[in-house]
């Protein structure tokens, strides 16, 4: 099945810099892959996904890119802010459409801790 | 708010005993999705439901079971609980041809 690796396990950065987390995941089947935002006790939040046949997206101050060939993408925050402080999910999925086999592969998460 | 709800939002109960999680998917979302959240296990997918027929498996116990109904609510039962099951369970809902989860607020469960 498929595994999700993620890097670093916590990022501790000033407000105005930028925060990069890595993903990489193994099933080349997989070609759907959302970020989660989650504050403490919080449900999960989607905050940015990207689909294969798209090499980066960008929404504001996030970006996401992603390579197939090598099998990571990223995620980028730009000019921090404290609010932007809370653990960050990556995830994979093998369809980007259908009715089935939706199921999301989580990497282990990243605590990001934007110090005013 | 997601549009995805979850009762109850808390449960504490016993080792041995048995409970149901209920979730109501957002408006319109056919598929409905269980995850496990515990800290040395991180996000499990469990269970995939869709339009009422269990689409794929995760790494579910024998002892849970889902369903989901005709009005398109589910149901995680979980049964003969040990300290280990305790955990945020999270239900997530999706539309028919598009892969963005949605996630309900999840049931705190604590097993003593």
């Known amino acids: 099945g498929e595994n999700v690796e993620q890097h670093p396990s916590t990022l501790s950065v000033q407000e105005g810099d930028s925060a990069v987390i890595k993903c990489t995941y193994s099933?080349?089947?997989?070609?759907?892959f959302p970020w989660y935002k989650q504050e403490l006790g919080k449900r999960p939040q989607l905050i940015i996904d990207?689909?294969?046949?798209?090499g980066e997206k960008k929404d504001q101050r996030i970006a996401v890119t992603l390579n197939k060939t090598a099998k990571h993408f990223s995620l980028h925050i730009t000019e921090t802010q404290p609010e932007d402080s809370a653990v960050y999910f990556c995830?994979?999925?093998?369809?980007?459409?259908?009715?089935?086999?939706?199921?999301?592969?989580f990497g282990q998460g990243t605590i990001l801790t934007v110090h005013p | 708010d997601s549009g995805v709800t979850q009762t109850p939002k808390h449960l504490i109960t016993a080792t041995g005993q048995r409970v149901t999680l209920r979730c109501s998917p957002r408006?319109?979302?056919?598929?409905v999705y269980w995850y496990q959240q515990s800290l040395d296990q991180g996000l499990q997918f469990l269970i995939q439901?869709?339009?009422?027929?269990?689409?794929a498996k995760g790494n579910i116990l024998e002892r849970f079971s889902a369903q989901q109904f005709p009005d398109l609510h589910s149901e995680l039962n979980l049964s003969s609980l040990e300290l280990g099951d305790s955990a945020l369970y999270f239900c997530?809902?999706?539309?028919?041809?598009?892969?963005?989860?949605?996630f309900g607020p999840g049931t705190r469960l604590t097993v003593l």
């Open positions: 997530a809902s999706s539309v028919v041809g598009v892969n963005e989860q949605f």
């Open positions: 099933d080349s089947a997989s070609n759907y």
């Open positions: 990207i689909r294969s046949n798209v």
């Open positions: 995830a994979a999925s093998p369809n980007a459409g259908g009715t089935s086999y939706g199921k999301l592969t």
């Open positions: 408006s319109g979302d056919l598929s």
């Open positions: 439901y869709y339009n009422g027929e269990e689409r």
